[in-house]
């Protein structure tokens, strides 16, 4: 980065992104490019993997321990990467390759998931393996993620980002449906352990998609360590001041507490206090997938119909009841379906939330605004992992969604009271 002024590079950004647009091609078009398709393809064999892992951890270390508190430990400390490095890995995004990143993380992921059957194979797994895995997995995850999120207005013109989010976290969503059903079926016949095989088989899919794709933006220049601290410091300073991507990172952190409050016990709940076996827990989760589905679908119609300002606080607004909802559930679906009321209203904001901040932060900024951001969202996590942890330990499982529809109405409020009306 030279030495210009922070305002200067802002200003000369935005005009770039102004004239990308024409430079994608027809900003009218509306189907989405080739390229995109083939990465999305991609994406849904990976997904179906993530799922199977996302399932089968909870299980296994349950099996290991039949601790509440490790279950939900295990979440937080995969957050913490995010908290920890977030900066540097929104720096490193947007000052490398952003293709060789995601390969790099890609390949590296599928050695550290093939780690964990590896040892159970040989007998000498230990829980504290685990919580490396989990930890490392966290971090090649958020490169991945945010390295996505930056190429996407790369391969998509900006009167169609909203549609190719939207399809995006279709794609995740599917996984997310289809995959609990499948982590189900060979937990049952293959044992959890045997089930991670698929999800080491499965980053193959991206790894073929980013390869086929040679357009996923080109490196900005050689990144020494005070150009690392300088960007960290460019990043916190457009967050910071922008009132609006700031406003979604405070709704998001709150959202988050009180969702991953929730989530962290999820598992403990439905074995501990409904006493459901590993089929009944997947038809649940998949009740997940199945509400992040209509999230993803109906993001793009009601955008067309009505504004930014009126969506968010309906659909938080949505999200409170279904927390409600698990309050006073009690068959064994009851949970799932609560989640996936939850889950339409996550989706669909997050869907419009990426959208605002590709079209806001200039592109080659893009990696360094996400990756603070991440950070003042994800911290939120694990205190909300552990909060519900005791709360469930302490009083019951059920205090703690009272906690997250709490918290969904607090977002509602800022909805309300802030820039984010005005979109």
Not at 16 to 39: A, C, D, E, M, T
Not at 90 to 110: Q, S
Not at 292 to 311: D, K, T
Not at 339 to 368: D, H, K, Y
């Amino acid at each position: 980065m030279d030495n210009k002024s922070f305002k200067e590079l802002k200003n000369e950004n935005s005009s770039v992104l102004r004239l990308l647009p024409h430079r994608l091609g027809n900003p009218n078009s509306k189907q989405l490019p080739f390229q995109f398709l083939i990465f999305l393809s991609g994406q849904l064999v990976s997904r179906l993997g993530d799922a199977l892992y996302t399932f089968a951890i909870p299980w296994i270390s349950y099996e290991l321990t039949h601790s509440v508190i490790v279950m939900g430990s295990m979440y937080a400390v995969s957050v913490l990467p995010i908290v920890l490095f977030g900066p540097i890995i929104g720096v490193c995004v947007d000052h490398w390759d952003r293709r060789r990143l995601m390969i790099f993380a890609d390949v590296t992921r599928a050695l550290l998931v093939a780690f964990i059957p590896f040892m159970q194979m040989l007998g000498i797994l230990q829980l504290w393996q685990l919580y490396v895995v989990s930890f490392l997995l966290a971090g090649l995850s958020l490169l991945f993620d945010i390295s996505v999120v930056a190429v996407i207005p790369h391969l998509i013109d900006n009167k169609n980002l909203t549609k190719a989010n939207a399809s995006y976290q279709l794609v995740n969503q599917a996984g997310d449906l289809i995959g609990p059903l499948l982590a189900g079926i060979m937990i049952t016949t293959l044992g959890g352990y045997h089930t991670l095989w698929f999800d080491v088989v499965s980053f193959a899919g991206t790894l073929w998609a980013i390869w086929r794709i040679q357009t996923l933006g080109k490196p900005v220049a050689k990144t020494g360590l005070n150009e690392v601290f300088r960007g960290m410091r460019d990043g916190l300073h457009f967050l910071i001041h922008d009132k609006l991507n700031f406003t979604l990172s405070l709704q998001a952190m709150i959202g988050n507490f009180g969702y991953s409050a929730a989530y962290g016990v999820l598992m403990f709940y439905l074995l501990s206090t409904l006493h459901l076996n590993a089929a009944q827990i997947s038809y649940n989760y998949a009740f997940l997938g199945f509400g992040g589905l209509v999230g993803s679908i109906i993001v793009v119609p009601l955008e067309r119909y009505f504004r930014r300002g009126v969506i968010i606080p309906i659909l938080l607004i949505i999200g409170t009841c279904g927390f409600l909802y698990a309050l006073v559930a009690r068959f064994w679906l009851g949970p799932g379906i609560a989640f996936g009321i939850v889950t339409i209203c996550n989706v669909a904001w997050n869907t419009l939330s990426t959208s605002i901040r590709q079209e806001t932060v200039p592109s080659n900024m893009l990696g360094r605004v996400l990756g603070f951001s991440r950070v003042f969202t994800r911290l939120a996590v694990p205190l909300g992992v552990m909060a519900g942890s005791l709360i469930s330990s302490l009083i019951s499982p059920v205090a703690v969604f009272a906690i997250a529809a709490v918290c969904k109405g607090v977002e509602v409020s800022i909805a309300l009271c802030s820039s984010i009306r005005k979109l």
